[in-house]
Protein backbone atom coordinates (compact mmCIF):
# COMPACT_ATOMS: atom_id res chain seq x y z
CA UNK A 1 0.00 0.00 0.00
CA UNK A 2 1.50 3.29 -1.38
CA UNK A 3 2.92 5.79 1.69
CA UNK A 4 2.57 3.38 4.68
CA UNK A 5 6.57 2.20 5.12
CA UNK A 6 7.88 4.06 7.80
CA UNK A 7 4.82 5.69 8.91
CA UNK A 8 4.34 5.29 13.15
CA UNK A 9 0.47 3.65 13.63
CA UNK A 10 -1.25 3.59 17.25
CA UNK A 11 -4.08 0.74 17.51
CA UNK A 12 -6.40 0.75 20.04
CA UNK A 13 -7.68 -2.94 20.78
CA UNK A 14 -4.24 -3.78 19.11
CA UNK A 15 -4.85 -7.80 20.87
CA UNK A 16 -8.75 -8.47 19.41
CA UNK A 17 -9.90 -10.25 16.23
CA UNK A 18 -10.06 -7.08 13.99
CA UNK A 19 -7.27 -4.94 15.70
CA UNK A 20 -5.00 -7.49 15.59
CA UNK A 21 -5.38 -8.28 12.08
CA UNK A 22 -5.09 -4.52 11.57
CA UNK A 23 -1.79 -4.16 13.51
CA UNK A 24 -0.05 -6.91 11.32
CA UNK A 25 -1.40 -5.57 8.60
CA UNK A 26 0.12 -2.29 8.77
CA UNK A 27 3.42 -3.73 10.20
CA UNK A 28 3.28 -6.08 7.09
CA UNK A 29 3.38 -2.79 5.34
CA UNK A 30 6.33 -1.62 7.24
CA UNK A 31 4.97 0.73 9.09
CA UNK A 32 5.85 0.79 12.93
CA UNK A 33 2.92 -0.45 15.19
CA UNK A 34 2.24 0.60 18.87
CA UNK A 35 -0.11 -2.40 20.32
CA UNK A 36 -2.21 -0.68 22.67
CA UNK A 37 -3.93 -2.62 25.32
CA UNK A 38 -5.64 -2.17 28.48
CA UNK A 39 -2.92 -4.12 29.97
CA UNK A 40 0.91 -4.32 28.85
CA UNK A 41 1.48 -7.76 29.11
CA UNK A 42 -1.51 -8.53 27.13
CA UNK A 43 -0.09 -6.38 24.35
CA UNK A 44 3.48 -8.17 24.77
CA UNK A 45 1.84 -11.89 24.95
CA UNK A 46 -0.14 -11.17 21.66
CA UNK A 47 3.18 -9.87 19.96
CA UNK A 48 5.37 -12.80 20.86
CA UNK A 49 2.20 -15.13 19.15
CA UNK A 50 2.76 -13.51 15.87
CA UNK A 51 6.00 -15.25 15.25
CA UNK A 52 7.15 -13.50 11.89
CA UNK A 53 9.54 -10.79 10.72
CA UNK A 54 7.18 -8.09 11.14
CA UNK A 55 6.69 -8.68 14.86
CA UNK A 56 10.34 -6.71 15.01
CA UNK A 57 7.64 -3.38 13.99
CA UNK A 58 4.62 -3.78 16.74
CA UNK A 59 5.37 -2.21 20.02
CA UNK A 60 3.49 -3.07 23.35
CA UNK A 61 1.85 0.32 24.99
CA UNK A 62 -0.54 0.43 27.46
CA UNK A 63 -3.75 2.78 27.35
CA UNK A 64 -6.90 2.60 29.24
CA UNK A 65 -9.50 4.96 27.04
CA UNK A 66 -11.98 5.15 30.56
CA UNK A 67 -8.53 6.97 31.86
CA UNK A 68 -7.73 10.49 30.38
CA UNK A 69 -4.10 10.45 32.14
CA UNK A 70 -3.60 6.83 30.92
CA UNK A 71 -4.31 8.12 27.22
CA UNK A 72 -2.21 11.31 27.84
CA UNK A 73 0.66 9.04 29.02
CA UNK A 74 0.36 6.62 26.68
CA UNK A 75 0.37 9.23 23.33
CA UNK A 76 3.22 11.07 25.57
CA UNK A 77 5.39 7.75 25.73
CA UNK A 78 5.12 7.21 21.93
CA UNK A 79 6.21 10.75 21.25
CA UNK A 80 8.72 10.31 23.16
CA UNK A 81 10.32 6.57 22.27
CA UNK A 82 9.14 5.71 18.91
CA UNK A 83 7.78 9.34 17.35
CA UNK A 84 4.44 11.30 17.32
CA UNK A 85 2.16 8.61 15.42
CA UNK A 86 1.07 9.32 11.63
CA UNK A 87 -2.24 7.44 12.05
CA UNK A 88 -4.39 6.70 15.13
CA UNK A 89 -6.52 3.70 14.56
CA UNK A 90 -9.70 4.15 16.75
CA UNK A 91 -10.71 0.26 17.18
CA UNK A 92 -10.80 -0.74 20.75
CA UNK A 93 -14.19 -1.09 21.83
CA UNK A 94 -15.77 -2.22 25.54
CA UNK A 95 -17.00 -5.75 25.31
CA UNK A 96 -17.99 -6.24 28.69
CA UNK A 97 -21.51 -6.27 29.73
CA UNK A 98 -23.08 -6.21 25.80
CA UNK A 99 -24.44 -9.54 26.89
CA UNK A 100 -26.65 -8.14 29.44
CA UNK A 101 -30.18 -8.70 28.95
CA UNK A 102 -31.97 -5.81 27.01
CA UNK A 103 -35.10 -5.90 30.14
CA UNK A 104 -31.71 -5.18 32.36
CA UNK A 105 -30.21 -2.55 30.90
CA UNK A 106 -29.76 0.27 32.94
CA UNK A 107 -28.12 4.43 32.21
CA UNK A 108 -24.61 3.08 33.34
CA UNK A 109 -24.89 0.44 30.45
CA UNK A 110 -24.85 2.43 28.14
CA UNK A 111 -22.29 5.43 29.60
CA UNK A 112 -19.69 2.72 30.19
CA UNK A 113 -19.72 1.72 26.36
CA UNK A 114 -20.06 5.82 25.42
CA UNK A 115 -17.10 6.58 28.02
CA UNK A 116 -14.72 4.22 25.65
CA UNK A 117 -15.70 4.17 22.51
CA UNK A 118 -16.74 7.40 21.99
CA UNK A 119 -15.55 9.68 24.51
CA UNK A 120 -12.08 7.70 25.36
CA UNK A 121 -11.49 7.68 21.57
CA UNK A 122 -12.17 11.10 21.26
CA UNK A 123 -10.28 12.27 23.75
CA UNK A 124 -6.98 10.21 22.25
CA UNK A 125 -7.86 11.83 19.07
CA UNK A 126 -7.84 15.36 20.70
CA UNK A 127 -4.38 14.94 22.38
CA UNK A 128 -2.69 13.54 19.42
CA UNK A 129 -3.90 16.07 16.69
CA UNK A 130 -3.45 18.79 19.08
CA UNK A 131 0.28 18.22 19.05
CA UNK A 132 0.62 17.19 15.66
CA UNK A 133 3.81 19.60 14.40
CA UNK A 134 2.34 22.41 10.86
CA UNK A 135 1.72 20.42 8.14
CA UNK A 136 1.82 16.92 9.50
CA UNK A 137 -0.53 15.33 7.39
CA UNK A 138 -2.17 12.46 9.17
CA UNK A 139 -4.65 10.29 9.46
CA UNK A 140 -7.34 9.22 12.32
CA UNK A 141 -9.43 5.83 11.19
CA UNK A 142 -12.87 4.72 13.68
CA UNK A 143 -14.01 1.01 13.23
CA UNK A 144 -18.11 1.24 13.37
CA UNK A 145 -20.66 -1.32 12.92
CA UNK A 146 -23.45 -2.04 10.23
CA UNK A 147 -25.57 -1.89 13.32
CA UNK A 148 -25.01 2.17 12.84
CA UNK A 149 -27.38 2.07 9.81
CA UNK A 150 -29.17 -1.07 10.15
CA UNK A 151 -31.59 -2.38 12.05
CA UNK A 152 -30.49 -5.77 14.51
CA UNK A 153 -32.37 -9.22 12.58
CA UNK A 154 -32.89 -10.62 15.78
CA UNK A 155 -33.82 -13.82 13.61
CA UNK A 156 -30.33 -14.42 12.70
CA UNK A 157 -29.80 -15.11 16.50
CA UNK A 158 -30.26 -18.59 18.69
CA UNK A 159 -31.66 -18.66 22.01
CA UNK A 160 -27.88 -19.00 23.12
CA UNK A 161 -26.44 -16.14 21.29
CA UNK A 162 -26.87 -12.26 22.37
CA UNK A 163 -27.88 -9.93 19.35
CA UNK A 164 -25.71 -6.56 18.96
CA UNK A 165 -27.49 -5.01 21.93
CA UNK A 166 -29.15 -1.37 21.76
CA UNK A 167 -26.11 0.69 23.48
CA UNK A 168 -24.13 -0.83 21.19
CA UNK A 169 -26.02 0.25 17.91
CA UNK A 170 -26.40 3.84 19.42
CA UNK A 171 -22.62 4.31 20.54
CA UNK A 172 -21.54 3.18 16.80
CA UNK A 173 -23.81 5.79 15.53
CA UNK A 174 -22.49 8.63 17.52
CA UNK A 175 -18.92 7.08 16.20
CA UNK A 176 -20.08 7.98 12.84
CA UNK A 177 -21.25 11.29 13.75
CA UNK A 178 -17.98 12.16 15.19
CA UNK A 179 -16.03 11.04 12.41
CA UNK A 180 -17.77 13.94 10.36
CA UNK A 181 -17.57 16.60 13.28
CA UNK A 182 -14.06 15.66 13.45
CA UNK A 183 -13.26 15.83 9.45
CA UNK A 184 -14.60 18.92 9.22
CA UNK A 185 -12.82 20.82 12.29
CA UNK A 186 -9.01 19.72 11.15
CA UNK A 187 -9.47 18.93 7.43
CA UNK A 188 -7.65 22.38 7.16
CA UNK A 189 -4.79 21.21 8.82
CA UNK A 190 -4.57 18.21 6.70
CA UNK A 191 -5.87 15.86 9.09
CA UNK A 192 -8.05 12.81 7.25
CA UNK A 193 -10.32 11.88 9.83
CA UNK A 194 -12.61 8.35 8.36
CA UNK A 195 -14.15 5.19 9.62
CA UNK A 196 -14.75 1.64 8.36
CA UNK A 197 -17.97 0.45 9.06
CA UNK A 198 -18.01 -3.69 9.49
CA UNK A 199 -19.93 -5.81 8.88
CA UNK A 200 -19.51 -9.42 10.72
CA UNK A 201 -16.71 -10.65 10.93
CA UNK A 202 -15.70 -14.60 11.05
CA UNK A 203 -15.15 -16.03 14.46
CA UNK A 204 -14.89 -19.89 14.66
CA UNK A 205 -14.05 -19.47 18.30
CA UNK A 206 -16.79 -17.19 19.19
CA UNK A 207 -19.82 -18.08 16.11
CA UNK A 208 -21.18 -21.60 15.78
CA UNK A 209 -21.45 -22.23 12.47
CA UNK A 210 -25.53 -22.33 11.84
CA UNK A 211 -25.18 -18.62 13.01
CA UNK A 212 -22.66 -18.09 10.24
CA UNK A 213 -24.53 -19.84 7.59
CA UNK A 214 -27.92 -17.52 8.45
CA UNK A 215 -25.74 -14.35 8.37
CA UNK A 216 -23.74 -15.40 4.98
CA UNK A 217 -27.86 -15.15 3.87
CA UNK A 218 -28.07 -11.60 4.39
CA UNK A 219 -25.02 -10.53 2.10
CA UNK A 220 -24.49 -10.29 -1.61
CA UNK A 221 -21.42 -11.95 -1.29
CA UNK A 222 -22.49 -15.34 0.84
CA UNK A 223 -19.95 -15.29 3.33
CA UNK A 224 -18.98 -13.06 6.58
CA UNK A 225 -15.95 -11.03 6.31
CA UNK A 226 -12.44 -12.16 7.06
CA UNK A 227 -10.63 -9.65 9.61
CA UNK A 228 -7.63 -9.22 6.70
CA UNK A 229 -10.74 -7.97 4.83
CA UNK A 230 -11.06 -5.31 7.60
CA UNK A 231 -7.79 -4.86 7.94
CA UNK A 232 -7.17 -3.89 4.31
CA UNK A 233 -9.43 -1.01 3.88
CA UNK A 234 -8.22 0.52 7.02
CA UNK A 235 -4.85 0.08 5.35
CA UNK A 236 -5.97 1.87 2.45
CA UNK A 237 -7.92 4.60 4.43
CA UNK A 238 -4.33 5.31 5.98
CA UNK A 239 -2.58 5.14 2.91
CA UNK A 240 -1.49 7.56 0.01
CA UNK A 241 -3.95 6.24 -1.99
CA UNK A 242 -6.93 7.97 -0.20
CA UNK A 243 -5.26 11.52 0.26
CA UNK A 244 -8.63 12.89 -0.65
CA UNK A 245 -11.13 11.24 1.01
CA UNK A 246 -12.17 12.58 4.61
CA UNK A 247 -15.46 12.49 6.76
CA UNK A 248 -16.44 8.91 5.05
CA UNK A 249 -18.06 5.94 6.63
CA UNK A 250 -17.42 3.40 4.50
CA UNK A 251 -19.23 0.01 4.58
CA UNK A 252 -17.15 -2.86 4.62
CA UNK A 253 -19.94 -5.50 4.55
CA UNK A 254 -20.23 -8.02 1.26
CA UNK A 255 -23.79 -6.22 0.56
CA UNK A 256 -25.18 -6.36 3.40
CA UNK A 257 -26.98 -2.97 3.85
CA UNK A 258 -27.45 -2.24 0.33
CA UNK A 259 -30.47 -4.95 -0.47
Excluded at 39 to 59: D, P, T, Y
Excluded at 116 to 121: A, I, K, M, P
Excluded at 128 to 138: I, P
Aim: glycine share 10%.
Amino acid sequence: MKGLAGKIVLVTGATGLIGGAIARRFAAEGATVAVASRQKKKALNWIESVGNESASRLVPVELDLASAASIRDAIEHLGATIGWPDVVIANASRREDLSRPMNELMHADFGRLFETDVGGHYLCARHWAESLREGHKASLIFLSSIYAEAGVDHSLYSPAMSPAPPQYAAVKAGVDGLVRYLAALWGSRGVRVNAVVAGGVRSAARQPEDFAARYARKTMLGRMAEPEEIAGVVAFLASDDATYITGECLKVDGGFCAW
